[in-house]
Each structure stands twice: as structure tokens, then as C-alpha cells.
């Protein structure tokens, strides 16, 4: 493991995300939307606003997921970070993450909501530290992973990276 993002999954508290990686939220707000005062497609009330620390480390990858919310990615440290996006009518997306403006990088990144997407550190010998935020805060509930072979079925264009960013 690279020695700064030991250092920084040990300082930070980081754990294990289901998706691949490291987090910890660090941030739920306390006020909260009702569930009549948001769209139907949350079924319940949302905090305002979450973030989280996430990391990922050399060959970790961030698998095929969508949220019911847009989510800002924020890059903080490492390596810059490809992240793909595929909406739902098929077209592919790639966006770098990072802090060299002279590479096409962006120091923040949108991902609206109901985008397939995943990320991968581009320098597999080091990582990438970054924050993420959700508005409406983000639940659980709101997450769904990627499944490959419907995935693959939707998109078969795509049928590499779906396989690269997955599991089973």
C-alpha cells in the first residue's frame, strides 16, 4: 500500500466503502426535507446535505453505481482520477479528476443523478484522496450498484469497462 494513503486512511479514520475504496462521512446536516417537499423518487425524508472523505488506493476502482441525487466529486490529493459516467440513453462519458488545469483536469466534478458511474486511479502506484457531496443528503436507500450482466445487456458497447468496473 502507497505509504501517504496509509497515512491518510489511519488519520482520517477511513473504512472499507461497498462500492471499493475508503470513506467517512464527514458531514450530515441536521436540518431535514420532508418527504412531501421532495421528489417521489426518494420515498422519505432527506438531510439537506452529506459529505464524505473517500480514497482510493492503486488498482481499488469505484464499481458502476447510481444515485437517486446528484453528487460533487472534489479532488484533494494524489493521483488524478478517471472517472466514467454512462446516462441512460448509452452515452459514455470520461472526466478527469485533479488539480492540473493544463491536463484537462477538474478540481470538481458533477455526477447527476441517475448516471451510471465509476472511477479509477489513473497512477496505479499511488492514490487518490478526495471529498464527495450529496444534496439531498445522501442514504443508502438512494444507492443502487451495478449489476454486470444487466449492465452489459443495456450497454454492450461498454461491455470492457463494465467488466473492469463491477462484481460479478
Known amino acids: 500500500m502507497n505509504n501517504k494513503a496509509k497515512y491518510y486512511i489511519e488519520k482520517l479514520d477511513l473504512m472499507p466503502h461497498p462500492e471499493g475504496g475508503y ?3 464527514i458531514y450530515r446536516s441536521e436540518e ?3 418527504a412531501d417537499h421532495l421528489p417521489k423518487r426518494y420515498g422519505g425524508s432527506r438531510c439537506f446535505s452529506t459529505s464524505i472523505y473517500f480514497l482510493l ?4 476502482v469505484s464499481t458502476f453505481h447510481r444515485l437517486k441525487s446528484d453528487e460533487l466529486w472534489h479532488f484533494y490529493d494524489g493521483s488524478p482520477l478517471k472517472i466514467f459516467i454512462i446516462n441512460s440513453s448509452g452515452k459514455k462519458e470520461e472526466i478527469l479528476l485533479g488539480n492540473n488545469l493544463e491536463k484537462n483536469e477538474n478540481s470538481q466534478v458533477v455526477v447527476t443523478k441517475g448516471n451510471w458511474f465509476g472511477a479509477e486511479v489513473m497512477d496505479k502506484s499511488s492514490f487518490t484522496l478526495l471529498g464527495c457531496t450529496v444534496a439531498p443528503g445522501f442514504d443508502f436507500s438512494d444507492f443502487e450498484a451495478g449489476k454486470r450482466l444487466e449492465l452489459i445487456k443495456q450497454f454492450p458497447a461498454f461491455e470492457n469497462l463494465i467488466l473492469k468496473l463491477t462484481q460479478l
Open 32 to 34: 431535514i426535507y420532508p
Open 23 to 25: 470513506f467517512k462521512e
Open 57 to 60: 488506493e492503486g488498482e481499488q
